[in-house]
């Protein structure tokens, strides 16, 4: 059995007409006839009682009727979900993104992307940057917004930059510094610092630590934390000196944001995997890509 016998028996059936059926078929009546008797024969049962002048259905032919309609229903829907995966109009897309940086931006571009493809069904997943990395080149992210790790050349992972951003210190309000509209990166020696744990932001971290011999001094680390968040609460704390990109822009009125000069910066970064021809993940890459071009990504900066 096939969908071809199954297609000329619903056919038949709502016809109730071997004639009509086989011209609303364009196939010959004999042709009709046999892969009518083929199924009835491969069934065990007959399907319709038919003489010269009528057809009718058996209480079989009923039921199948009934469940081909179904079927065959199931079919053109689950075939036009294909056609619309295959143009990135339906699908999963499992997104996984950095906090901070991404905040600018990452609210508007998913509901243009989901106006744009509202039968993609996107979930979230706020990680830290190693993780984002571990789980796009394990499959369980279908792309990633996130900071170049230890680790990336290893993981074998496509990425395009999306931004490259100025490291600052942030203060609390009431520091001296906070006085400053930015800051040397030599005013920095003797101070205790909270930077980001390298392996939670190797770029980061490692540019902060050159930023700081270049400038003469050997930083005094008071604490890495894993998430930025941390960073700001210690500093709000009186813990320290923090340094983050310029993307943190805390809200808090306690909290001062300084531009270090030179200026140093860390990229922000769309990972994917070099299999990823999922049309989800394309049709998302695709967006960013153009927000890109027209330079759009950041509207407000």
């Keep these: 059995m096939d969908l071809r016998h199954l297609r000329y028996f619903q056919a038949v059936a709502e016809e109730l007409s071997f004639s009509k059926a086989a011209r609303k078929l364009r196939i010959a009546q004999p042709a009709l006839s046999r892969t009518v008797q083929e199924l009835e024969l491969e069934l065990g049962c007959r399907l319709m009682d038919r003489d010269r002048r009528s057809v009718r259905l058996t209480p079989a032919g009923s039921t199948l009727l009934e469940e081909t309609g179904l079927l065959l229903d199931r079919l053109e829907e689950s075939l036009r979900r294909v056609r619309r995966a295959a143009s990135g109009e339906d699908g999963e897309l ?22 744009r493809f509202p039968r993609i069904t996107v979930i979230l997943e706020e990680r830290t940057p190693e993780r984002v990395w571990e789980m796009v080149s394990r499959g369980r992210l279908s792309i990633g917004l996130t900071r170049p790790v230890i680790a990336h050349e290893a993981l074998d992972l496509k990425s395009l930059t999306l931004r490259e951003e100025t490291l600052c210190a942030v203060v609390p309000s009431q520091h001296p510094f906070a006085q400053e509209s930015s800051l040397p990166w030599e005013k920095l020696a003797n101070q ?25 001094f050997t930083p005094r680390i008071a604490h890495t934390p894993s998430l930025i968040g941390t960073i700001l609460q210690y500093t709000e704390a009186g813990a320290g000196i923090g ?8 809200l808090d009125p306690s909290l001062k944001l300084l531009p270090l000069t030179p200026h140093h910066t860390i990229p922000l970064v769309m990972v994917w995997s070099k299999d990823g021809d999922d049309p989800a993940v394309i049709a998302f890459r695709s967006l960013i890509e153009s927000h890109l071009q027209a330079q759009t990504l950041w509207p407000h900066l």
């Design 94 to 115: 499992r997104l996984g993104y950095i906090g901070p940086p991404t905040r600018p931006f990452l609210g508007p571009l998913l509901l243009e992307y989901r106006n």
């Design 243 to 250: 340094i983050v990109p310029e993307s943190v822009l805390p």
């Design 192 to 216: 205790p610092i909270i930077l980001l744990a390298r392996r939670e932001g190797a770029g980061s971290h490692d540019t902060i630590l050159a930023a700081c011999q270049k400038a003469g």
